[in-house]
């Protein structure tokens, strides 16, 4: 028998059932499907958070793992240039929309830098996020096309020498004949930098960039600046002068005195000049008055300190010998120690140069990339260790107990030229002609690169102030430098301090100790004419022979 229930009871059961459904919230849809990244790639490579080198107009190809949504390419995709201003790309989906290309819409600027950005605006074709992350950046590559007509090799030699000139003329009747620091130091002068700016104008005088009136009248002016208006102690030259006033300008606190180094190189560039201007005229001999004047007061003798047996480097009327910075070799100062043993009137014995100058760690007589360096630290140092002193002192056929300099400074060049086409850090655009590690402006400093400190800056004058050691390297490097990268180095004042392809990175500066190799060096190349009258100067023979050097001039 069925049991029959009372329709009241029903109602209740059915009114329960219909409550408990209509309570019961209904289940969440499932999320849009997310899209991912796979992979990217830069004209069929793997592409790097950086890369280097790139083409003009790159192909870049991104693998989504799934499709994405072809309205939200243009707004994820962002290709800006170093100063953040936009770049026109063109997109295009492949493979069911899960591959993406992406090119500029017209060629890049050669050797610039640039960020691609994929932001999340990006969504899955069923409208879910980007979980992936693309932010890379790349440099452009060196436009190979010659940026100037081809002229002859000693065209572009006279060309160089006469450009980079200017750095000195340009200025020099504002700052009596002196040298500015660099490009941007208003009237602060460098004693050591004016001396390579008077041997660079010999050579202007000699090539015809100025008359030999022209020369001479700035370099006397210059004389008589040094001899009657700048600052001395113990006759030296402190570093920087006012090149208005002659006042001491301090190097640092307590390097506001006498630099003997600096002043080297200064009396180096003053010998230069006074045996160019021989002649008879009254002229000429007032001249070289001014010159004698001011070279034999240097009292070199007195910076052995109390008669020892090395130079130091500084001394101050305020701090005395607080810099407390011994002269010891090898580095750029050979010539300190050849200036000092010329004097005259305050001359050195030998003993200060053999027990002080050659110090522990002289002698070197490894080989690095199969050039045995006879002298100085591994590798041999930064580039101006072979160019300072040797603007005057002619390397060939010099010889001492310690070494054959002309295979001295022929080893350096070789080294550091191998070192950069060896590459060892990979930094972009070094090359077998593009290279030159000496001390230069860097970006947000100063800094003497070598090839134990190479921090990927090149400066021109580190290979073409090498001219009369590797010439065929040197021009090498000159025809790289004007011609494939010229739009950015080369100017009415010759070559920009410094460069770093890698940051795409271009010196703006011009600095007179750099620039001076470049005139002196190529002419010394071309002709040996600044070799021959330095080392024709009587007491630099003297001097030469004192300190036990040989050479067939001597």
Same mark, same amino acid.
């Given at each position: 028998?069925?049991?029959? +229930? ?16 209509? /309570? ?68 295009? +989906? ?5 591959? $993406? ?37 790349? $440099? ?9 007509? $081809? ?27 002196? &040298? ?5 130091? #208003? ?16 050579? &202007? ?20 600046? *040094? ?33 003997? @180094?600096?002043?080297?190189? &200064? ?30 007061? @240097? ?61 522990? #760690? ?34 060939? #056929? ?12 022929? %080893? ?8 950069? %086409? ?78 770093? *392809? ?5 010196? /703006? ?8 190799? @470049? ?9 040996? +004419?600044?070799?021959? *009258? ?12 004192? +300190?036990?050097?040989? &050479?067939?001039?001597?």
């Amino acid at each position: 028998m069925k049991k029959i +229930l009372p329709a009241f009871t029903c109602c209740f059961f059915v009114a329960m059932i219909a409550c408990s459904t209509k /309570d019961k919230p209904a289940p969440d849809p499932d999320p849009p499907a997310l899209v991912g990244l796979k992979s990217i790639r830069l004209n069929g490579a793997d592409m790097a958070d950086r890369t280097y080198g790139t083409a003009r107009k790159p192909v870049v190809e991104v693998q989504f793992t799934t499709a994405v949504l072809p309205a939200s390419v243009t707004g994820a995709v962002q290709l800006t240039g170093s100063g953040g201003q936009p770049v026109t790309v063109n997109t295009s +989906l492949q493979a069911g929309d899960a591959a $993406l290309l992406i090119t500029p819409a017209d060629d890049l600027m050669p050797l610039s830098s640039y960020k691609l950005v994929i932001s999340n605006a990006l969504k899955s074709a069923a409208g879910g996020n980007f979980t992936g992350t693309v932010n890379k950046q790349f $440099l452009t590559g060196i436009d190979s096309t010659d940026k100037f007509s $081809l002229i002859s090799d000693d065209s572009l030699l006279t060309l160089v020498q006469k450009k980079t000139f200017n750095y000195f003329w340009n200025n020099a009747a504002s700052l009596n004949g002196m &040298a500015r620091e660099r490009n941007s130091s #208003g009237n602060t002068v460098t004693s050591g930098g004016s001396g390579f700016g008077f041997m660079a104008t010999v050579v &202007a005088a000699e090539r015809g960039f100025i008359t030999r009136d022209q020369a001479l009248a700035s370099l006397t002016s210059a004389a008589d600046f *040094l001899l009657n208006k700048a600052g001395t102690v113990k006759g030296a030259f402190p570093h920087w002068l006012d090149g208005t006033t002659g006042a001491i300008i301090p190097f640092s606190q307590k390097d506001n005195g006498a630099d003997i @180094v600096e002043t080297s190189y &200064a009396v180096m560039g003053l010998i230069t000049a006074r045996e160019y201007f021989k002649g008879v005229t009254a002229a000429e001999q007032n001249f070289r008055q001014k010159v004698n004047a001011i070279v034999d007061r @240097v009292e070199w003798d007195f910076f052995r300190r109390d008669d020892g047996n090395v130079l130091y480097w500084h001394y101050s009327n305020n701090y005395g010998w607080d810099m407390n910075l011994p002269i010891r070799g090898w580095n750029e100062c050979l010539i300190t120690y050849v200036m000092a043993a010329s004097s005259t009137t305050h001359g050195i014995p030998p003993t200060v140069y053999t027990q002080g100058w050659v110090g522990t #760690g002289y002698t070197n007589g490894k080989q690095y990339y199969g050039y045995t360096l006879p002298l100085g630290p591994d590798y041999g140092g930064p580039l101006f260790f072979s160019h300072y002193s040797f603007m005057g002192i002619d390397p060939n #056929g010099l010889h001492d107990i310690y070494a054959n300099y002309k295979d001295q400074v022929v %080893a350096h060049s070789n080294i550091n030229r191998a070192y950069c %086409a060896d590459n060892p850090l990979k930094y972009y655009g070094y090359s077998g002609d593009c290279w030159g590690l000496t001390a230069s402006d860097i970006p947000g400093g100063y800094s003497a690169s070598s090839p134990v400190n190479d921090l990927g800056v090149i400066a021109p004058t580190a290979a073409l102030s090498s001219f009369p050691f590797t010439p065929e390297k040197s021009m090498a490097a000159l025809k790289f430098f004007y011609y494939k990268l010229g739009d950015k180095l080369f100017t009415e004042q010759g070559f920009v301090d410094a460069f770093k *392809l890698q940051d795409a990175w271009f010196a /703006d500066s011009f600095l007179a100790i750099d620039q001076g190799p @470049v005139i002196v060096m190529i002419e010394n190349h071309r002709t040996g +004419l600044l070799w021959k *009258l330095f080392t024709n100067a009587p007491e630099v023979k003297a001097g030469m022979r004192t +300190l036990g050097f040989t &050479a067939p001039y001597l």
